[in-house]
Nanobody
């Protein structure tokens, strides 16, 4: 089984930047796609950005041009660089990974990291 550990959340003023990291660990696995999602109180979890094992990326319209997703396959780690942050970006951010292990495809989620943007 794969575990995901996130880091990098916190409190920042509007216009500021944060960088989230998510490291995957486990035994005998291969990570395929990875991504970041977020959830605010009263709303469903929404996609922020995804990245394939080959490096192709996809972004929510609300973060295009401000956020950048990247990954280090050697470290099984995905990053989310968030610039020009807005109060509406305040949410709990979750890391996601689709992986292959024990002859099965599975999905793992991180525990979530809080991002708060003050106005």
């Amino acid at each position: 089984q794969v575990q995901l550990v996130e880091s990098g959340g916190g409190l920042v003023q509007a216009g500021g930047s944060l960088r989230l990291s998510c490291a995957a660990s486990g035994i005998n696995f291969r990570i395929n796609g990875m991504g970041w999602y977020r959830r605010t109180p009263g709303k469903q979890r929404e996609l922020v950005a995804t990245i394939t094992s080959g490096g192709s990326t996809n972004y929510a319209d609300s973060v295009k041009g401000r956020f950048t997703i990247s990954r280090d396959n050697a470290k099984n780690t995905v990053y989310l660089q968030m610039n020009s942050l807005r109060p509406e970006d305040t949410a709990v951010y979750y890391c996601n990974a689709n992986y292959y292990a024990n002859y099965m495809s599975s999905t793992a989620w991180g525990q979530g990291t809080q991002v708060t943007v003050s106005s």
